[in-house]
């Protein structure tokens, strides 16, 4: 299936049905159109939303009703009319099922993130919070620092899916040895059969692919070294960009649309200075876009537009809308990818990097950007215009790179590379088949 094709709408008939949520009637509906002798894009793009129509359900489990009783059992004095003020305010993502709207499974870990107001109405406080203003005030004085990060990644396959003696094909994400990332070590396989990508490849990987056997894990331990540099950015030094890579659109989510085009004109006015129009740019975006956890990206329409239109988006989003109102600035600008890792936490993130001559390549994310401005901190919001902190593990240097060697089936992140990839050699396995692992074994700064 061709993900390209999502820039094709879909019929109206079908997506009338898809809003009111009757996901049987339009797969019976959509098995009978490709059956006639319709254009062949227009047929990837049908079969294409059968399988996002298969996902949408899973991902929304909560009635109206039995959202409001979460709230109001984890938080004090949460009322009806409270949430409905939120909803009208777009915090909560919801669908229709069957007719029925239905929140999705992390609205209230989405509001806990967005809203820090409501943290402080929490009937079991949060631990471990991070305060991130002490490793950028580190990075600032020294300018120069290198912290090792050593960790674990495995999948398993429930026992319940285990297909013994299938051969089964499993891609786990390694760090690329390139911008920050030195001297990377793989420490130990869960097989000595397991091959390490090179690399030279947009999304890189240690690949198993054996006949399964019970209660078998695929894992992977590495460690490496992040060398972060703090430049003191000078918009009088900047001069004419020589780069002509990283400027071009990639369907379906990094792509020119009149709307954007219009939306940097307004953004950067009549600024020529390219670190300035960056800065543009970024400003905008952590200023006025919320963050907000969404969906799965396989069932979103174009990325871009969908922030810069419904001013929502996470980590991933706000990364592929700066790279493409950069683009259309004439900025080069690329994706990063793959975990953030301090001593205490581990999860999958999203940034991005942009071009700047003198400097080279510069570091971007607007969504710490915008928990700066969300927790009323400037100095985090500034800093993450240019720079990066030293808890990155990127597995993924190019947004929607394919997988070494080739996936058969769909992907269950066909942009990104964070948790791994898995399938039988026969079969597609959904996420709800296995288990994934993220073990931190060291993180730790190295002092020269």
């Known amino acids: 299936m061709d993900i390209k094709t999502l820039n094709i709408p879909l019929p109206e008939d079908l997506l009338k049905l898809k809003w009111n949520g009757q996901f049987d009637l339009m797969t019976e509906m959509i098995d009978l159109r490709i059956q006639k002798d319709i254009p062949q894009q227009l047929k990837e793009r049908l079969l294409l939303e059968k399988e996002i129509i298969k996902q949408l359900p899973k991902q929304f489990l909560y009635t109206q009703e039995e959202a409001i009783a979460i709230c109001q059992e984890k938080l004090y004095d949460f009322t009806k009319e409270e949430f409905e003020q939120l909803f009208k305010e777009s915090v909560f993502e919801f669908l229709f099922v069957n007719n029925v709207m239905k929140f999705k499974d992390d609205f209230f870990d989405n509001l806990i993130k967005t809203r820090p107001i409501y943290q402080n109405r929490l009937k079991q406080s949060l631990t471990n919070k991070e305060n991130r203003d002490e490793i950028i005030q580190e990075i600032m004085q020294k300018k120069d620092i290198k912290y090792k990060i050593h960790v674990k990644i495995a999948m398993k396959m ?97 792509v020119f649309t009149p709307y954007l085009k219009q939306l940097v004109k307004d953004i950067v006015g009549d600024e020529q200075n390219s670190l300035l129009k960056a800065k543009k740019i970024y400003d905008y975006m952590t200023t006025h876009i919320p963050y907000s956890f969404v969906r799965s990206y396989i069932t979103l329409p174009c990325l871009s537009e969908y922030m810069a239109t419904g001013f929502k988006g996470d980590c991933g989003i706000y990364a592929v809308l700066f790279i493409t109102l950069c683009r259309i600035a004439g900025i080069p600008a690329s994706w990063q990818s793959g975990l953030y ?80 990839e898995i399938e039988y050699i026969d079969r597609y396995i959904d996420e709800d088949e296995y288990d994934m692992y993220q073990e931190i074994i060291e993180v730790v700064s190295i002092e020269e």
């Open 341 to 420: 890792c301090t001593p205490t936490t581990i999860g999958n993130h999203d940034w991005a990097r942009f071009y700047i001559e003198p400097y080279g390549w510069l570091f971007c994310d607007c969504s710490f950007g915008g928990s700066g401005f969300r927790n009323h901190s400037e100095l985090q919001r500034q800093f993450y215009f240019g720079h990066l902190d030293p808890y990155r593990i990127p597995s993924a240097i190019e947004f929607q790179s394919d997988l070494v060697p080739h996936k058969t089936f769909m992907r269950r992140d066909p942009y990104d590379h964070q948790t791994g």
């Open 158 to 254: 429930k026992e319940e899916f285990e297909e013994i003696g299938n051969t089964i094909r499993v891609w786990l994400p390694i760090p690329i040895e390139y911008a920050q990332v030195e001297d990377v070590k793989i420490i130990k396989t869960s097989s000595k059969n397991a091959i390490i990508n090179e690399n030279e490849v947009g999304q890189r990987s240690v690949y198993f692919e054996e006949k399964l056997q019970h209660d078998q894990e695929f894992s992977v331990e590495y460690e490496f070294i992040n060398h972060i540099r703090y430049l003191e950015l000078d918009e009088k030094q900047v001069k004419e960009c020589q780069m002509k890579e990283y400027l071009d659109e990639c369907p379906p989510h990094i």
